[in-house]
């Protein structure tokens, strides 16, 4: 049964320890220990190079598409080497092999970055609850972590379990990240296959940090009614103290909480509003419903500005780096409990509370770094409440009869234009506002990403940023939406109802808009998008910062996204399952869907799970605003598992695309797992990720990448209907590449028949010879061999 | 040509070697000289305007002039109501991908020698000049948009509206005469 390799073996080999290697040594004791809850696959505890021939597979067809950011490498003290035009570094490495180390690198940041999360959650649980508490989600959720069972073939049962699998992921991204030390690897496409092995470790550690909060902190079980809650600039109660949480480590923001509970305070907007920003403020409302969500991180510099906060508390990623700084502006004081973010502040653990909250009321210090999570949440709180009197919301948003003062020293330059990421017209909506028109200002706030480039380089000083927002203050009382609260995993339940017309077709598809929200029209595309396709019955998952922005988008009614469509994972349901680390309960149902209802085994065995849901699962990923490693990572991460991603235009920076070539016909073929024949299949999917350029092209090809060999004709033709109605209303004309994927006549949207079958006339498509077939990429699967 | 130009985003310096900026009539010369040129027209075309125009207007002439196109994003409408069957409607990323094969050509009639972008948007358009630029080295590219691309062999310098206009108005006119 073993290929090759160390790990795979049977469960008989491993435990009658048949293998040496040292760590394999510990791997057989704790799979040995392990119930035979389901018989050992192939690949446990994978490691760098277990599933490199899986990787290889997929990179054959789906090719590494590279466009480099920067022709030169200055990773050693050779350097910097030009790798421009096929010329060599130093070391030897050519320009492809260096864009891949590039990639893998942000992957093993963006993996670490949620595996270092997930340690310091677990290890606060673990303290806090005790190694034996167990991982329960409720009765409608038996298969509560896809991700460990499939990966590491362990089922886990308590918060130890989960530290346990900690050691192996932490292990995985150290092998990886040390892969692009000079002089190690130096091929591109090996390269790849660790960015694809260190992001599917990016999704176990995600799932981990998830169940973790989850099952402690008694979030939603999978909730598909979770309740609604508020989300905006504009939902705060100015009248009362507020806590501002910035970060995506949502255990302190949990004290602060307890701590105004215990304290009799109240919940949160009781006495003191708790709100937050990017996935912490997911986080605490999956915590309490009554706190806020501000938005996400491009609303970061607005809401410091406008003073709203009387105490920022950070824990970790995407934060301004600055925030002491600009914290500090408007008198705010922060309190930084993560040790991978402590802006240099004193650390004040061995004081006591009453001493530190007077160090931040008198200004004696900007900030304090208290990484002891209890004593943070009892000093934030008791400093919101005395700060809040002193500062009154102190701000250094100008008034809007200041707007055209501070402008009026703008030369209309271009130098501010020139430096914002995403090109905005800020110099004109600046040189305009000195002449007293204040509309493009205004109308830059939603396109703006807030992040104050355009500050930094004007020569005349011009607060662009506090302008733009000056601008739109009259309305900021109105950015108040309805979210659905994070509701976690998917229940087994819902992936019996589904797993079938997910698999033949009859749900067109499962999109996951995931993700930041960072380009011009951001918010309001995603929101557009994910009302499309739940219109049109696709299931919509969400999370992250996509997942707020999509709120802001109202239909003819007046209502959000998650007012209007059930938050069932169901057909046209919209389904917001938290923060990024809750990114794992997406990537999760699809492998739920391989195993529930096509009862492939689990335990150990990605390669088969990846396999049936590159064929079969109609899933795409659309992160329309990525900017993170993180983001990079979970991209990845879903493509080794056969989920094609679609990122925005600015997604291009990453540097990196897989992309198929439809008209490589050899490379679209598959075994029918039948005979061993091979069998063509159509490009489908036709990349596993690729840049955009517009929201209208995005739907299309969302649409596109839905499609499977594996559909019935009553699936392929529900999805050519989709994808040929969006085709022609956005291009006015059927698809150029229906030949591709309609196999027989009974494909045909009958809606469109006529007109589909003169087109396919006209290009002598012929029906298939063989149009239903059982697809796999795996030699091993073929029936008939066995 | 001793112009030097800074890239429209400041940021965006890729190396020592950036595109030869280029104006004027040697912009129409060039595309002209080409024995088989490609226009690539993007989404953003849609939205920018010059002239009292829109820069698909600029495009479609172009295309109408014989130059084979690719209409990527969901310029493909526009672009028919304008009178130009484009000879593909292709992704961005697609498109560029297939260019790195020095056999490839959108119409099956011989490789490309000029590769010409225009009104995809910048950041992108950068990233995929810079895909050509170091792994299809048997083509030329050039931009035709407003704002410098140093990843392209040849770029349009920072142009005022009416400057843009102007060399866009040329080269249809030498394409045409
Ligand atoms: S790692 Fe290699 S390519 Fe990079 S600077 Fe060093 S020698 Fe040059
Ligand atoms: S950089 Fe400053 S002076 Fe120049 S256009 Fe922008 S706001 Fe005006
Ligand atoms: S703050 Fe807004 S306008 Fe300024 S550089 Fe950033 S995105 Fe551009």
């Known amino acids: 049964m073993a290929e090759k390799g160390p790990l795979k073996m049977s469960a008989k080999e491993l435990i009658s320890g048949l293998v040496s290697a040292k760590d394999v040594e510990v791997l057989i004791g704790r799979i040995a220990m392990e119930e035979e809850w389901e018989p050992l696959g192939p690949t446990p505890f994978p490691q760098i190079s ?18 480099p950011f920067c022709d030169y490498c200055c990773l050693c003290t050779y350097g910097k080497c030009d790798l421009s035009k096929g010329r060599l570094g130093a070391c030897g490495l050519d320009m492809k092999a260096q864009t891949a180390r590039i990639v893998l690198i942000a992957c093993c940041i963006g993996a670490s970055t949620h595996l270092a999360h997930a340690r310091h ?24 972590m896809p991700h460990a069972r499939l990966i590491t073939g362990i089922k886990p049962k308590t918060l130890g379990d989960l530290a346990y699998l900690l050691n192996y992921c932490e292990k995985e991204v150290t092998q990886c990240l040390s892969a692009a030390h000079t002089g190690q690897e130096g091929n591109y496409i090996d390269f ?50 507020v806590v501002l949480c910035i970060g995506h480590n949502v255990s302190a923001g949990v004290e602060v909480i307890d701590y105004l509970e215990k304290a009799g305070l109240g919940g949160p907007g009781e006495t003191v509003e708790v709100a937050g920003l990017c996935c912490t403020a997911h986080d605490i409302v999956r915590y309490r419903d009554q706190a806020k969500i501000i938005g996400p991180i491009s609303d970061q510099l607005r809401i410091i500005r406008s003073g709203a906060a009387d105490v920022i508390m950070t824990d970790e990623q995407c934060i301004r780096t600055n925030v002491v700084y600009e914290a500090q502006r408007v008198k705010t004081p922060v309190v930084a409990v993560s040790d991978k973010a402590s802006y240099g502040l004193p650390d004040v653990s061995e004081l006591p509370v009453e001493k530190i909250v007077e160090m931040l009321v008198s200004g004696s210090t900007p900030g304090v770094f208290l990484p002891d999570l209890e004593k943070a949440g009892a000093v934030v709180a008791i400093t919101a409440i005395r700060m809040a009197p002193l500062r009154q919301k102190f701000k250094i948003i100008p008034d809007p009869p200041q707007i055209q003062a501070q402008a009026s020293g703008c030369t209309f330059c271009g130098t501010c234009r020139r430096n914002c990421p995403i090109d905005l017209p800020i110099d004109q909506a600046v040189f305009n506002a000195k002449k007293g028109d204040f509309e493009l200002l205004s109308m830059l706030h939603d396109l703006c990403l807030g992040c104050a480039r355009c500050e930094q380089v004007c020569p005349r000083k011009i607060p662009a940023l506090s302008l733009i927002e000056a601008a ?49 029209n951001g918010a309001r595309e995603v929101g557009i998008m994910a009302r499309e396709f739940a219109r049109r019955g696709y299931i919509v998952t969400l999370s992250g910062c996509s997942a707020m922005v999509a709120s802001y988008v109202r239909n003819e009614e007046g209502k959000t996204i998650y007012e209007e469509f059930p938050g069932t994972f169901d ?8 923060s990024c680390v809750a990114n794992a309960h997406i990537t999760g149902a699809a492998i739920k869907i391989a195993n529930i209802f096509a009862k492939r085994p689990l335990r150990a065995n990605y390669e088969e799970i990846a396999d049936y849901i590159l064929n079969r699962v109609g899933a795409v990923g659309v992160a329309w605003g990525a900017y993170s490693q993180k983001a990079a990572s979970i991209a990845t991460g879903c493509n080794r598992l056969g989920i094609p991603v679609i990122v925005g235009p600015q997604g291009s920076k990453y540097r990196r ?26 490009p489908a999917p036709e990349h596993l990720i690729i840049a955009l350029e517009t929201m209208e092209e995005c739907m299309v090809w969302t649409a596109k990448l839905c499609i499977r060999p594996n559909d019935t004709t009553k699936g392929r033709m529900i999805k050519l209907t989709h994808y040929v109605d969006l085709y022609k209303r956005i291009y006015g004309k059927l698809p150029p590449d229906l030949h591709y994927f309609v196999r027989t ?23 298939w010879e063989k149009p239903s077939i059982d697809p796999t990429l795996l030699k091993r699967l073929i029936r008939a061999q066995v | 040509m001793a112009m030097t130009v800074k890239p429209w985003q400041w940021g965006n310096v890729p190396g020592h070697e950036m595109a030869t900026p280029v104006k004027g009539d040697v912009v129409a010369k060039l595309v002209k000289a080409a024995k088989r040129p490609l226009l690539i027209v993007g989404g ?10 829109l820069l698909i207007d600029f495009a479609a002439e172009l295309a109408k002039a014989g130059i084979p196109t690719v209409a990527t994003a969901h310029v493909y409408k526009a672009l028919k109501d304008r009178g130009v069957e484009p000879a593909a409607i292709m992704t961005v990323a697609d498109v560029t991908n297939r260019l790195q094969d020095p056999n490839w050509s959108v119409d099956g009639k011989g490789p490309h020698d000029l590769v010409i972008y225009m009104g995809v948007s910048y950041q992108l358009q950068s990233q995929m000049l810079s895909t050509l630029k170091h792994f299809a080295t048997h083509l030329r590219t050039l931009s035709l948009d407003r704002y410098f691309h140093p990843n392209a062999t040849y770029s349009l310098p920072n142009l005022k509206e009416d400057e843009w206009e102007q060399v866009l108005n040329n080269v249809i006119a030498l394409l045409k005469s």
């Open chain 1, 50 to 67: 277990t599933l490199r021939s899986w990787d290889h597979l997929l990179l054959s067809r789906y090719k590494p598409f590279y466009a």
């Open chain 1, 121 to 144: 959650m677990v290890d606060h649980l673990i303290e806090k609850y005790g190694e034996d508490y167990p991982i329960n989600l409720g009765q409608d959720i038996a298969i509560e």
């Open chain 1, 192 to 241: 790849e296959s660790k960015a694809l092995h260190v992001s599917m470790i990016d999704h176990l550690a995600m799932e981990i940090a998830d169940v973790a909060q989850i099952v402690t902190f008694n979030f939603p079980k999978g909730d598909p009614n979770a309740p609604l809650t508020w989300i905006g600039l504009g939902v705060l109660d100015l009248s009362k103290p």
């Open chain 1, 472 to 520: 739109f203050q009259h309305k900021i009382k109105t950015e108040k939406y309805r979210i659905r609260v994070g509701r976690g995993p998917i229940l087994d339940t819902e992936i019996r109802e589904v797993g079938s017309p997910i698999v033949l077709g009859e749900i067109p598809g499962v999109v996951a808009y995931v993700g930041c929200a960072n380009f011009p």
């Open chain 1, 571 to 578: 057909r046209g349901g919209v389904v917001n399952v938290g």
């Open chain 1, 657 to 682: 695309m897989y992309l198929g070539r439809a008209e490589d016909k050899e490379s679209f073929t598959v075994y029918d797992a039948r005979t061993g024949e091979r069998v063509w299949i159509g």
């Open chain 1, 745 to 767: 006549e009974a494909d045909i949207p009958i809606t469109f028949k006529e007109e589909i079958m003169r087109y396919l006339k006209e290009v002598g498509w012929k029906p």
């Open chain 2, 44 to 53: 953003a075309s849609l939205k920018e305007k010059l002239g009292g125009k």
